[in-house]
């Protein structure tokens, strides 16, 4: 009796801290999005990858960044990058809201929420090196 007691508040411990570090991780403006992209990188899915991401976010907490992806190394930056290899626009609630998995991609590139312009598999490849 005593063990199982023991390891239900083990369990309710766990499961309050992984829901604080959940909640944590929510992020709330697009700058908090790209500070966890840096910090999400997988560079062993970015080997062979030399590309240039732009995004345009409108809306109060907008702005303009850029990605450049370049054989499992990236930099990062505020502004334009020219020749951009894909592009990507979204208003800054959408755009947080696809980072925190409460928009889908494909339900918000359906429903013109995200306007995704130039190569699609490049796009695709994103979410791989920066899920």
Not at 73 to 79: L, Q, R, V
Not at 108 to 129: C, F, H, I, N, P
């Amino acid at each position: 009796m005593r063990r199982s007691l023991v390891f239900l508040v083990l369990c309710s411990v766990a499961l309050s801290t992984a829901h604080a570090v959940a909640k944590e991780r929510k992020k709330h403006t697009p700058q908090e999005v790209f500070n966890a992209m840096r910090e999400a990188f997988q560079p062993e899915k970015a080997r062979g990858v030399h590309a240039g991401y732009q995004f345009n976010i409108s809306g109060p907490h907008g702005g303009e960044w850029w990605i450049e992806v370049h054989d499992g190394k990236f930099k990062m930056g505020h502004g334009r990058i020219e020749n951009p290899s894909v592009t990507l626009a979204a208003s800054d609630k959408d755009w947080v809201a696809l980072s925190n998995d409460q928009l889908s991609g494909i339900w918000a590139t359906l429903t013109g929420r995200l306007k995704v312009r130039g190569d699609q598999s490049l796009a695709r490849k994103l979410d791989e090196m920066f899920p």
